[in-house]
């Protein structure tokens, strides 16, 4: 049973308006889709996202970071695997008034606040399911990249580089490196976001294998 988490999340700060990001959903809802294929029981768990619910698969439709949280805290107990694809916002807004803004002479400041750091939460109390996150940066990638496995407790992570043509947020394709705590680095290169689905799952499935034996 694998939990993948995908899109962005909504931060709102009155009831029409929301911080957000630019993630489309696509690589995690195809991983979502790669992985039934495959035979797992999948709950998909998104934030907002314009591409259609997959079939044969539970689906948990989530707003903010505190929802997302909740929702997949709540399925962990039953899965064995999960896949955090979700760009989740890292802050909110401190307050979210009752009414709509209205506009005033000068620059309006929004206080932030902290969202919870979901994965970093599952990998405290993991055991021995399979914890799989993403990372993108714009800068020094693997670096951040190995260091947010270990402070999180990642058993791979898949890093993707913003700069690269046909790679990140709205794509339909992807270049990967998968890195896991051995020091190993897989380079994906160039294809489309399901075929770099079936690589990430491979290697779960390696992971799942060992632990097995
Ligand atoms: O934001 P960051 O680069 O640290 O994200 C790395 C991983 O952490 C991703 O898999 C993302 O889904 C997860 N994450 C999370 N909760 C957050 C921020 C990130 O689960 N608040």
Redesign the pocket.
């Known amino acids: 049973r694998i939990i993948v988490?995908a899109g962005p999340t909504r931060e709102p700060f009155d009831p029409v308006r929301f911080i957000t990001n630019y993630s489309s959903g696509k690589m995690g809802y195809a991983l979502a889709v790669m992985a039934a294929r495959r035979g797992a029981e999948v709950v998909l768990i998104s934030g907002p996202s314009s591409l259609p619910v997959p079939p044969g698969m539970d689906f948990i439709s989530v707003g903010s970071?505190l929802e997302m949280r909740d929702a997949v805290m709540s399925c962990l107990a039953a899965a064995t695997v999960i896949v955090?694809?979700?760009?989740?916002a890292?802050y909110r807004p401190a307050v979210r008034a009752e009414n709509k803004l209205k506009k005033k002479q000068g620059p309006l400041v929004l206080p932030l606040e902290r969202?919870?750091?979901?994965?970093a939460e599952i990998g405290a109390v993991k055991g021995d399911r399979i914890l799989v996150?993403?990372?993108?940066e714009s800068e020094n990638l693997l670096a951040n990249a190995k260091a947010?496995l270990f402070a999180?407790n990642m058993d791979l992570i898949v890093a993707n580089d913003l700069h690269q043509t046909g790679a990140g947020f709205q794509c339909d394709t992807n270049i990967i490196k998968i890195l896991d705590p051995r020091g190993g680095i897989e380079e994906v290169p160039l294809m489309d976001k399901l075929d770099i689905a079936g690589r990430i799952l491979d290697r779960v499935k390696v992971l799942i294998d060992e632990r097995k034996c």
């Open positions: 988490t970071a955090k694809a979700a760009a989740v890292d969202n919870p750091d979901i994965i996150g993403f990372a993108m947010k999180k």
